[in-house]
Protein backbone atom coordinates (compact mmCIF):
# COMPACT_ATOMS: atom_id res chain seq x y z
CA UNK A 1 0.00 0.00 0.00
CA UNK A 2 2.83 2.72 0.72
CA UNK A 3 4.39 2.20 -2.67
CA UNK A 4 0.86 3.21 -4.26
CA UNK A 5 0.73 5.70 -2.01
CA UNK A 6 4.25 7.34 -2.66
CA UNK A 7 3.72 6.63 -6.52
CA UNK A 8 0.87 8.30 -6.40
CA UNK A 9 2.16 11.59 -4.18
CA UNK A 10 4.95 11.42 -6.98
CA UNK A 11 3.04 11.51 -9.91
CA UNK A 12 0.70 14.73 -8.00
CA UNK A 13 3.73 16.19 -7.69
CA UNK A 14 5.38 15.83 -11.48
CA UNK A 15 2.01 16.55 -11.96
CA UNK A 16 1.92 20.28 -10.22
CA UNK A 17 6.17 21.05 -11.57
CA UNK A 18 4.25 20.23 -14.99
CA UNK A 19 1.75 23.09 -14.76
CA UNK A 20 4.34 25.43 -12.76
CA UNK A 21 6.71 24.69 -15.80
CA UNK A 22 3.86 25.37 -18.36
CA UNK A 23 2.76 28.87 -16.85
CA UNK A 24 6.62 29.74 -16.88
CA UNK A 25 7.26 28.75 -20.38
CA UNK A 26 9.83 26.19 -19.10
CA UNK A 27 10.13 24.00 -22.31
CA UNK A 28 12.87 21.81 -21.46
CA UNK A 29 11.50 21.27 -17.69
CA UNK A 30 8.01 20.49 -19.72
CA UNK A 31 9.78 17.96 -22.11
CA UNK A 32 11.65 16.21 -18.78
CA UNK A 33 8.45 15.72 -17.17
CA UNK A 34 6.76 14.30 -19.88
CA UNK A 35 9.54 11.91 -20.53
CA UNK A 36 8.87 10.83 -16.86
CA UNK A 37 5.35 9.98 -16.92
CA UNK A 38 4.28 13.47 -15.44
CA UNK A 39 0.61 13.71 -16.00
CA UNK A 40 -0.27 15.74 -18.99
CA UNK A 41 -3.49 16.21 -18.32
CA UNK A 42 -2.83 17.77 -14.87
CA UNK A 43 -4.95 20.74 -13.19
CA UNK A 44 -4.19 23.87 -11.99
CA UNK A 45 -5.49 24.88 -8.34
CA UNK A 46 -8.74 26.29 -9.70
CA UNK A 47 -9.37 23.66 -12.10
CA UNK A 48 -7.88 24.46 -15.13
CA UNK A 49 -6.00 22.26 -17.18
CA UNK A 50 -2.23 22.10 -17.79
CA UNK A 51 -3.31 23.03 -21.78
CA UNK A 52 -5.80 25.78 -20.97
CA UNK A 53 -3.29 27.44 -18.73
CA UNK A 54 -0.39 27.19 -21.07
CA UNK A 55 -2.44 28.72 -23.64
CA UNK A 56 -3.68 31.32 -21.41
CA UNK A 57 -0.55 32.51 -20.49
CA UNK A 58 0.64 32.55 -24.19
CA UNK A 59 2.70 29.94 -24.21
CA UNK A 60 2.46 28.83 -27.64
CA UNK A 61 5.50 26.44 -27.87
CA UNK A 62 4.36 24.24 -24.03
CA UNK A 63 0.55 24.11 -25.90
CA UNK A 64 2.19 22.37 -29.27
CA UNK A 65 4.42 20.14 -26.88
CA UNK A 66 1.03 19.39 -24.43
CA UNK A 67 -0.69 18.75 -27.54
CA UNK A 68 1.08 16.32 -29.38
CA UNK A 69 1.45 14.38 -26.08
CA UNK A 70 -2.27 14.15 -26.19
CA UNK A 71 -3.46 16.62 -23.47
CA UNK A 72 -7.06 17.43 -23.98
CA UNK A 73 -8.48 20.89 -23.46
CA UNK A 74 -11.02 22.06 -20.52
Known amino acids: MLVCSLAGTRA ?3 GDDL ?3 AGDGNLV ?3 ALL ?3 ADVNARTGDGRTTLLFA ?3 G ?3 IVQLLKAAGAVGQ
Do not use: G, L, P
Request: hydrophobic share 35%; glycine share 0%.
Open 35 to 37: DAK
Open 55 to 57: AQS
Open 19 to 21: VTA
Open 29 to 31: RAK
Open 59 to 61: RKE
Open 12 to 14: RAQ
